[in-house]
């Protein structure tokens, strides 16, 4: 396949099976690789760029046109971008809103992302769904041709087995004591702290979920990927969040060693979002699979005959239903457009994870509520 383009800026995006489709250059001038993935939302670009669970990858966005908001300060996930590179069909040059302090482009040149634009999205998102998502390379500074970037993808790893989350995770223990504020010493803590100590465990964290916890009455620290059982347990924690993050789950070792740990050992709350949500169930004997193409967007129905939500999703694997063990877990919740599992807990524990973003960043606040039901979880044991 090829979709030209003519241009005074020519792009190239070389996906691994010679599929070849040309733009044009915007944001930073360069040749990045990874896995090529879509997200379907219509706003939040800000927010999916900044995501840690996108690190690796380059995102096509399947809205025709991205940055008419331009970009606040306010809407980040993470101090600065984690993926390797943007596909769009258009881009706004001028931002048009009251929260904009600058464009889109101007952001990206700041962080020194590349970008592709003029790309036939609805062709690309076509292909990724048929064939499933696979490595690409963006290359926007013409030190390339199609065939040496197509050797450049010859060695690059796939995403599956690629332990992600040590790559994204914080370096230090932090605090997070207010919806806006980091405190990294402990004897700084701002006035109203939160009566609920709940350890989280970064794999890449939003930082919109760590706001949900606070709103919900929460105090949360903060532990690195690394963080081991006895770590854990000096800090008294009244319960347990494990964070989204990137890449395969099963290659997060030492996670799934610590829930292991802590679902035998302990008697916490555990609550799991996303790549969290998998380490649960892969610590409780399960398996996880890299679905073709993943779930990334805003819209996805999750629940059961009884009960529906609207989910905003960004995974690329999921657990294997069949491997869960029936006598200890339930399946709480199911994907609707594909059966995929969206939720498990323990039968006997105060224990469940989530596949989907209650947080709601972007997306709807359908699932808000499992924030409430967490610190519900806390309260019920004092």
């Known amino acids: 396949m090829f979709m030209k383009f003519n241009s005074e800026n020519p792009a190239f995006l070389v996906l691994a099976d010679g599929t070849l489709f040309e733009g044009i250059s915007f944001g930073l001038k360069g040749t990045v690789v990874g896995e090529v993935v879509f997200n379907t939302g219509v706003t939040g670009f800000q927010e999916v760029l900044t995501d840690p669970s996108y690190f690796g990858q380059l995102v096509v966005f399947t809205f025709p046109e991205l940055g008419n908001t331009g970009v606040n300060n306010q809407d980040h ?3 600065h971008p984690s993926v390797k590179g943007v596909i769009v069909r258009e ?6 809103n009251w929260r904009s302090n600058k464009s889109f482009e101007s952001w990206l040149l700041e962080e020194k992302m590349v970008g592709i634009s003029g790309i036939d999205t609805r062709a690309l998102v076509r292909h990724l769904r048929n064939f499933g998502s696979m490595n690409g390379v963006i290359s926007t ?8 970037l197509l050797e450049k993808l010859k060695k690059t790893p796939l995403m599956k087995g690629l332990n992600l989350a040590d790559e994204v995770t914080t370096k230090e223990k932090y605090f997070w004591n207010s919806a806006c504020e980091v405190n990294f010493d402990s004897r700084k803590k701002t006035k109203g702290v939160a009566p ?3 350890i989280a465990v970064d794999f890449g964290i939003k930082r919109s979920i ?7 009455g929460c105090e949360v620290t903060v532990l690195p990927s690394n963080a081991d059982f006895s770590s854990v347990l000096d800090l008294s924690p009244e319960g347990i969040f494990l964070s989204n993050g990137p890449g395969d789950p099963s290659a997060v070792k030492g996670g799934i060693k610590l829930a292991k740990q802590l679902i035998n050992k302990a008697d916490f709350p555990m609550f799991g979002i996303c790549l969290g949500h998998q380490i649960l169930g892969l610590a409780l004997g399960g398996r996880t699979f890299k679905l073709t193409y993943g779930h990334r967007g805003l819209n996805h129905p999750c629940g059961t005959s009884g009960q529906l939500e609207i989910t905003s999703q960004n995974h690329g694997f999921a657990l294997d239903p069949e491997s869960l063990p029936k006598e200890v877990v339930d399946v709480t919740h199911f994907n609707l457009n594909d ?5 498990i807990c323990l039968k006997t524990r105060p224990i469940f994870g989530i596949q989907y973003h209650p947080e709601a960043s972007p997306g709807p606040h359908d699932a808000d509520h499992h924030f409430g039901r967490f610190v519900s979880l806390m309260e019920e044991r004092r």
């Open 77 to 79: 996930e993470a101090n």
């Open 141 to 148: 500074d013409g030190l390339y041709s199609p065939m040496e």
């Open 196 to 198: 609920y100590r709940v």
């Open 91 to 96: 881009f706004a040059e001028k931002p048009s």
């Open 339 to 343: 059966k995929t599992v969206a939720g």
């Open 210 to 216: 760590l706001q949900r916890l606070v709103a919900h």
